[in-house]
């Protein structure tokens, strides 16, 4: 079953005249979100080869200014979540900026935002007002938390989130000295694919029966099902038959082990593993002998002092015995890679996820892949990061307004044409 589209053009073009023939090819998405968890949400759409329309405010989306840039607007962590998009300013709160928002939804497929909801609807852009001009409309709001609870005007990042879900907490609870937030906007990130699939089932629910509809993806009651599938544990019973927090995760030797040169990722796991590793290391008979070991239910009711056992056997060795050691065993084993070594992994180098591009305004770029590989729509990376308003214009144009009238709405900062 395909999923249907507004009729259009179907897909975006890029500088090198490919056209995206990915699996989402011909869909429209309205993306008024900034910052990180809704921008990566759309990437991910635009990667399947939606035309992303990204609405910005006449000052650009905040993100554009974090981190290195050869040009104003134009920083790193922007360029890696803005590709596939197409960049045009409104400023919504001016009934022409507002006007030309339901002109564009009009022919839409998607509308998603990240902002409170109260906020949309102090534009009179909520679901109703966008539904009126296009009843098949998908209406995705992603923001903190669920409207029906008593956190619903709270705002909310990424930190917060993680702190709400315990994840600070947990890192406790493994080991930590402090309570530490996880080192990557693992919140924004993850809510931002569960967007991303809120909206390819909408589409298809759409397909199926000529219905839009408005859906809420909430960071709060996301991360805590995420954080609380493996953490629940023994509280899933009613009454509890043992405490929250599975074990293994929880474990503070459960990190890079050290070894005589560095460090190294092991993860000895299932039984057959574990007879292996223990005849590698001279003590076959452990699993037969000790209780404690049998099976994968009693390891994890002593995973402190199995892991630290592992721990205090990996430090006889150095990386590359270990390494070659556990490979020919078919124990599982990685590398600890910093972000510098990630870069230039063989296994990413070999299946060519990064790829230096040229990009129109910021030159020579390291690009990633679009990780999924598809037998007969593989998504097409066909435009990289917009310049501030760059396809206002184009844009419009396609909405019907005139050069004319494009040209009254930049002199009113209603809108901003970029130079070509």
């Not at 990557?184 to 909206?199: K, L, Q």
Request: proline share 7%; hydrophobic share 40%.
């Amino acid at each position: 079953m395909e999923v249907e589209g507004t009729a259009r053009a179907t897909g975006a073009v890029g500088k090198d005249g490919k056209e995206s023939n990915g699996p989402l090819a011909g869909i429209r998405i309205l993306d008024l979100t900034t910052v990180l968890m809704g921008p990566y949400a759309t990437q991910i759409l635009g990667d399947l080869g939606a035309d992303i329309i990204k609405i910005e405010p006449p000052g650009g989306d905040t993100v554009r200014g974090i981190g290195p840039a050869r040009n104003p607007g134009m920083a790193g962590v922007f360029l890696h979540a803005n590709r596939n998009k197409r960049s045009v300013v409104l400023d919504l709160k001016q009934p022409a900026g507002r006007d030309a928002l339901l002109r564009l939804a009009a022919d839409a497929d998607v509308l998603i935002y990240n902002v409170r909801p109260q906020a949309m609807q102090r534009l009179r852009l909520g679901y109703a007002d966008i539904a009126a001009v296009n009843p098949r409309i998908v209406y995705v709001g992603v923001y903190g938390y669920g409207q029906r609870g008593p956190y619903a005007a709270k705002p909310a990042y990424d930190d917060l989130i993680q702190g709400a879900v315990g994840i600070p907490a947990l890192s406790t609870l493994a080991g930590s000295e402090e309570p530490r937030y996880a080192p990557n906007a693992m919140a924004d990130r993850i809510v931002g694919m569960s967007a991303a699939n809120a909206v390819t089932a909408a589409l298809l629910y759409r397909t199926r029966t000529g219905e839009g509809q408005s859906i809420e993806v909430p960071m709060f009651e996301t991360m805590a099902q995420f954080v609380l599938g493996d953490h629940m544990y023994g509280a899933t019973f009613d009454p509890p038959i043992g405490p929250a927090g599975y074990a293994r995760l929880l474990n503070d030797n459960r990190k890079p082990y050290r070894t005589r040169d560095g460090y190294l990722c092991v993860m000895v796991y299932n039984d057959k593993q574990w007879k292996t590793f223990f005849a590698l290391i001279g003590q076959p008979d452990v699993m037969t002998n000790d209780p404690r070991f049998h099976s994968i239910g009693e390891r994890t009711k002593h995973i402190h002092e199995l892991y630290r056992m592992l721990a205090e056997v990996m430090a006889t060795r150095t990386s590359a015995e270990w390494t070659a050691v556990l490979e020919a065993a078919d124990i599982p084993v990685m590398p600890m890679h910093t972000l510098d070594s990630l870069m230039n992994d063989p296994h990413l180098q070999a299946v060519g996820f990064f790829e230096m591009v040229e990009h129109p305004s910021e030159g020579r770029m390291r690009s990633m892949a679009v990780p999924s590989r598809w037998s007969k729509s593989q998504p097409h990376i066909a435009r990289q990061a917009p310049r501030l308003g760059q396809h206002s214009a184009e844009v419009l144009a396609e909405a019907g307004y005139s050069p004319a009238e494009i040209e009254a709405m930049a002199a009113s900062a209603a809108t901003l044409v970029a130079d070509a």
